[in-house]
């Protein structure tokens, strides 16, 4: 699992990648000479300006890695949007899940990927590269994998504990604000939680 965020978007295609191609043989193919056919649907949270181009970025990386090797399809009927809001995640991963058409998921938002990784034995390979914290959202692990068939995520922001130990040797303080996204700590509330009993092993007082 990738840990800091700074290697981001790169190290997470190439990841996400090798796991798709590992996954990619238990997936629909074409016979006789024709490469066999990959279609990977995608869900965002919604759609922000900072992040545009991110899926696209996913499609040229993987459609590259795998060129020569799989006919990688990208079907649009398949990019689905959460619209920043709790059910329209859910519907959109669940009928990613449902859709015979696709083959392989990537959860690409910060929701969609806790959806992902939460939600038990996918039926399909899942990748969820947008994991904040597999302790703070309570998600499966064994021995640095998450241990259930078909599901890879990766826990790319897993820094708070350490970036705070960073930050009080560089300044003192005893009052401590985190400034989080509204939809996410609305929609994953053990992140709060999380926050609030690591920060308060830094500062007096907190605030989020």
Not at 6 to 22: D, E, G, N, R, S
Not at 44 to 63: H, L, M, N, P, Y
Not at 65 to 75: N, Q, S
Request: without cysteine; negative net charge.
């Amino acid at each position: 699992m990738m840990k800091r965020l700074f290697v981001l978007p790169l190290t997470l295609l190439l990841t996400a990648t090798l796991f798709i191609a590992q996954a990619a043989a238990a997936a629909s193919g074409e016979g006789g000479r024709e490469l066999p056919v990959l279609r990977i649907g995608t869900v965002v949270d919604g759609q922000w300006a900072r992040e545009t181009g991110t899926v696209e970025k996913f499609r040229e990386e993987i459609s590259s890695i795998l060129e020569g090797i799989h006919d990688v399809r990208f079907p649009e009927s398949a990019a689905l949007d959460g619209g920043w809001t709790r059910e329209g995640v859910e519907r959109a991963l669940e009928s990613l899940m449902a859709d015979p058409e696709v083959d392989i998921v990537l959860a690409l938002g910060r929701y969609a990927s806790y959806l992902a990784a939460s939600g038990g034995d996918p039926p399909k390979p899942v990748v969820a590269p947008f994991v904040i914290s597999a302790e703070a959202q309570k998600l499966p692990w064994r021995e640095g994998t998450s241990g259930v068939r078909n599901l890879n995520y990766i826990e790319a922001f897993d820094t708070f504990a350490r970036d705070l130990n960073t930050f009080r040797e560089i300044v003192h303080f005893d009052n401590l604000a985190v400034v989080g996204e509204g939809f996410l700590v609305g929609t994953v509330p053990v992140l709060k939680d999380y926050v609030e009993t690591v920060g308060r092993e830094y500062a007096d007082r907190i605030s989020i």
